[in-house]
């Protein structure tokens, strides 16, 4: 197996984050959340695990990670209308940028605070 990193990320409510996420084309890979108090998420190779902190405060980033993609810019494309901003959570999607370091980048902010990159190698 090759090597692998996966983030562990707070939740303040895993029923919500689920939602969250599963809009985006993510799926439950563990138990449901009330059984485990935990969340594992996966969408294609890209694994995220959630565990239940319901003091996060959703309007300070609580943690992030980075995420590669094959085609960042068509995987915005696909989500933007699936995240809806809501000023009481933060929660968001910012538009991709070409960066200096020659990635295609853009942003998801969940309803926990968690900031997601998610980026691509411009061709």
Do not use: K
């Not at 029923?15 to 969408?43: H, K």
């Not at 995220?48 to 810019?73: I, K, M, N, Q």
Request: hydrophobic share 45%; with cysteine.
């Amino acid at each position: 197996m090759d090597e692998l990193a996966v983030p562990i990320l707070p939740s303040r409510d895993l029923l919500e984050t689920l939602a969250f996420y599963e809009a985006l084309g993510f799926e439950n890979r563990g138990a449901p959340p009330e059984e485990w108090d935990y969340l594992i998420l996966g969408r294609g190779a890209v694994i995220l695990h959630f565990y239940a902190e319901p003091g996060v405060d959703p309007l300070r980033t609580a943690a992030s990670c980075y995420v590669y993609v094959a085609d960042a810019r068509r995987l915005y494309d696909s989500w933007v209308d699936s995240v809806v901003a809501d000023r009481s959570t933060g929660s968001r999607i910012v538009a991709p940028v070409v960066t200096d370091y020659e990635m295609c980048e853009f942003a998801v902010v969940d309803r926990s605070g968690n900031l997601i990159r998610i980026g691509s190698p411009v061709s």
